[in-house]
């Protein structure tokens, strides 16, 4: 298996480190069951193909998705959180016995889009905590599930379009983060900052959808657009830089709540053009945030 692994890996990089890499595996798979060797074989597998991506640990783009990874993996349980939000409004508030309705909404597509949506969580529960070995499979494979139950079922979970892609795009930028970057960004902290994340967008919600907040109706998607919007500002305040590693690995971040904000207003041009001129709006109050930062005033 090795031998195949390693011709992924780009030539001069085969020719250079090859037998150490086969070395190392016989050494860390001997006696080990199949199981074992295939997750290392597969962990190889993806470190290959990142080096022939031009995505190794040193590579500029590798710092971008080093600070994008827990924040894709908030985003991406955020909006799962939301869909599971949905159908739980959907389920308290239906006449059907309780046992009658869930029987159906197990069955099908959306008995696939609440389990891809609790793997999600869980998977990126899990990641943010540390456990990536554990966590990134599941995330990714919830977030894969997700897409194709969308593309099966229509417009029922979202754009059948928009949606399974900003899934799979959620799923490739966790995959495409180098593991030592995994490791970097969660012991830097931002793991907390990922999982408020999370909290700020769901938590809400969940007050509107229990009639918590008279004024309010429904956010059209947009809340947990400025959500992301404001952890781009709030970490390039904190790193002093000129905002724009942070605002990319948002931007990196953001195609699962985007695909929710877009499935939620479509058809509403105030809505739409509003998210549109957030952006530079954003960028323009990150890169005064990280001016305040560098000249050591507060940010308020």
């Known amino acids: 298996m090795i031998e195949h692994v390693l011709r992924l890996y780009p030539a001069a990089y085969r020719r250079a480190h090859g037998g150490e890499i086969v070395a190392t595996f016989r050494e860390m798979t001997a006696g080990e069951p199949l199981g074992s060797r295939l997750r290392e074989g597969a962990g190889l597998a993806a470190h290959a193909v990142r080096m022939r991506m031009g995505l190794g640990s040193a590579a500029s783009v590798a710092k971008v998705l080093g600070l994008a990874y827990p ?46 949506s609790l793997v999600v969580f869980a998977g990126a529960a899990a990641a943010l ?5 554990v966590g990134v499979p599941c995330t990714v494979a919830g977030l ?20 399974p892609a900003a899934m799979v795009l959620a799923a490739a930028v966790v995959l495409a983060c180098p593991p030592d ?12 900052l990922a999982g408020a994340v999370i909290a700020l967008v769901v938590v809400p919600r969940a007050a509107v959808d229990a009639h918590g907040v008279p004024w309010v109706s429904t956010d059209y998607g947009c809340w ?77």
């Open 181 to 192: 970057r995994r490791v970097e960004s969660v012991a830097a902290g931002r793991a907390g």
């Open 129 to 133: 905590a540390g456990r990536w070995r």
């Open 71 to 116: 924040f894709a993996l908030a985003a991406s349980a955020a909006a799962c959180g939301l869909h599971l939000l949905r159908w739980y409004a959907a389920f308290v508030s239906s006449p059907t016995p309780w046992r009658t309705q869930l029987g159906v909404d197990l069955e099908g597509a959306w008995g696939a889009l609440l389990v891809s």
């Open 224 to 300: 947990p657009l400025l959500v992301l919007a404001a952890t781009g500002v709030a970490l390039t305040w904190l790193s002093g830089s000129r905002g724009g590693r942070e605002l990319a690995a948002m931007a990196l971040s953001s195609p699962p709540l985007l695909a929710h904000a877009y499935t939620v207003a479509w058809g509403e041009a105030a809505v739409v053009a509003g998210v549109v001129a957030a952006w530079p709006v954003t960028a323009a109050i990150a890169r005064l945030a990280g001016r305040l930062k560098r000249a050591g005033r507060p940010l308020l």
């Open 144 to 163: 894969l599930s997700f897409a194709v139950a969308v593309v099966v079922s229509g417009p029922a979970f979202g754009d059948p379009v928009v949606t």
